[in-house]
């Protein structure tokens, strides 16, 4: 278990893609949450937080820093799951030197007070599913392109005691 207290409001800064691949994510939620029944949530990758509080200096540095950043590609290793409510059926990333070098200059910016072990993945689904359900619906699923591309980062406010995942802020890399 990793040594890292939940906290269930807070805000995270998200990866996000480019449209084309956002709309290729989004069906293929729609096609695991009739399935996996899941709250709806924003396709995305996790790469810091959480944060309690966010102010002016922090959401000018993502700006600042974005204005400088190009997409940063990241290779998919495939479907998976686990027994955890936020990684509960998701597409597993590769840890790349690329995608850890995205995250540490993130988190020079943002000082996160909390850490974990990190394993990169894109959700399509959370909540407490039957693994037997997981691992048929894998055999189901499409084949997946070989990598996706983070374009831009979001500031996300995240209350999981009501289902909310709002996008608060959006800075667009350079491109």
Do not use: C
Not at 124 to 146: A, C, D, F, W
């Amino acid at each position: 278990m990793d040594n890292l207290i939940r906290t269930s409001k807070a805000y995270w800064i998200w990866g996000l893609f480019p449209v084309n691949e956002t709309i290729f994510l989004n069906s293929l939620q729609y096609k695991v949450q009739k399935v996996l029944k899941s709250p709806k949530f924003e396709a995305h990758i996790t790469l810091s937080g959480p944060f309690l509080e966010i102010d002016k200096t922090l959401i000018k540095k993502l700006k600042n820093y974005s204005k400088y950043k190009s997409s940063v590609s990241i290779e998919v290793i495939g479907y998976d799951y686990k027994i955890e409510t936020y990684e509960s059926f998701f597409i597993a990333l590769k840890n790349s030197l690329s995608l850890n070098n995205l995250r540490s200059e993130i988190n020079k910016l943002t000082k996160p007070k909390f850490n974990k072990k990190y394993t990169p993945h894109i959700s399509l689904s959370y909540g407490n599913h039957n693994r037997k359900e997981k691992e048929v619906l894998i055999t189901t699923m499409p084949r997946l392109q070989k990598d996706f591309e983070i374009s831009s980062i979001a500031l996300v406010k995240v209350d999981e005691n009501i289902n909310l995942w709002n996008i608060k802020d959006t800075f667009d890399f350079k491109n």
